[in-house]
């Protein structure tokens, strides 16, 4: 079955930076975008980035242009989410998720999901 695995939450420091994964398996993803959703405490589960397996191009929320990038490892079957300069209220549980629809930043159109992974930024 399909599984997406994410690892390398924690706690930082604002200002410090972060790599999460995201190993997936269990099909081919070659017509799918990954995207990374996170949702804080009492909140709703918002769009971080999106990026598709074929092409690479990427999409990304206004609240985290020009400090996290996405990327993706074909051969590992992997995405990655480098942040930088995090903040306090980047503090959310990250989910890695797969969508083959073209709306990528639309959490309901995503077909599969990970377990989540914590990131708590300290201030």
């Known amino acids: 079955q399909v599984q997406l695995v994410e690892s390398g939450g924690g706690l930082v420091q604002a200002g410090g930076s972060l790599r999460l994964s995201c190993a997936a398996s269990?099909?081919?993803?070659?017509?799918?975008?990954m995207g990374w959703f996170r949702q804080a405490p009492g909140k709703e589960r918002e769009f971080v980035a999106a990026i598709r397996w074929s092409g690479g191009s990427t999409a990304y929320a206004d609240s985290v242009k020009g400090r996290f990038t996405i990327s993706r490892d074909n051969a590992k079957n992997t995405v990655y989410l480098q942040m930088n300069s995090l903040k306090p209220e980047d503090t959310a549980v990250y989910y890695c998720?797969?969508?083959?629809?073209?709306?990528?930043?639309?959490?309901?159109?995503?077909?599969?999901w990970g377990q989540g992974t914590q990131v708590t930024v300290s201030s």
């Open positions: 998720a797969a969508t083959n629809r073209p709306v990528v930043i639309i959490s309901g159109n995503y077909n599969y």
């Open positions: 269990g099909r081919t993803f070659s017509g799918y975008a």
